[in-house]
């Protein structure tokens, strides 16, 4: 059983940077399908990033702000957010999935992590 576990949440002044965590257990790193989803209120859930080994597959609306990165050795994912904007504000969750390839559809991802509060104040 694939489980994972976020952390890394908060709140952050605009302009300002976290770094979200995800530690995967049940499952290899190196060869599983990760990514972020993000969901504000009132909103459907976003695409953020996807990757599969080298990979990284950016929404337009984050690319060159965050970085996604692995750690296989700790299973372990990061989602690095920089010059963070208010329409960032989300819950943010650590998906995976076992086969198939990125995708930007979250019915696609068989695994999500609890999710966890990233509130950007302008």
């Known amino acids: 059983q694939v489980q994972l576990a976020e952390s890394g949440g908060g709140l952050v002044q605009a302009g300002g940077s976290l770094r979200l965590s995800c530690t995967v257990s049940?499952?290899?790193?190196?060869?599983?399908?990760m990514g972020w989803f993000r969901q504000a209120p009132g909103k459907e859930r976003e695409f953020v990033v996807g990757?599969?080994?080298?990979?990284?597959d950016y929404a337009d609306s984050v690319k060159g702000r965050f970085t996604f990165s692995r750690d296989n050795a700790k299973n372990t994912v990061y989602l690095q957010m920089n010059s963070l904007k208010p329409e960032d504000t989300a819950v943010y969750s650590c998906?995976?999935?076992?086969?198939?390839?990125?995708?930007?559809?979250?019915?696609?991802?068989?695994?999500w992590g609890q999710g966890t509060q990233v509130t950007v104040s302008s």
């Open positions: 998906v995976a999935r076992l086969d198939g390839s990125i995708s930007y559809g979250p019915a696609d991802y068989a695994y």
């Open positions: 049940g499952s290899t790193l190196s060869r599983t399908i």
């Open positions: 990757s599969y080994t080298s990979y990284v």
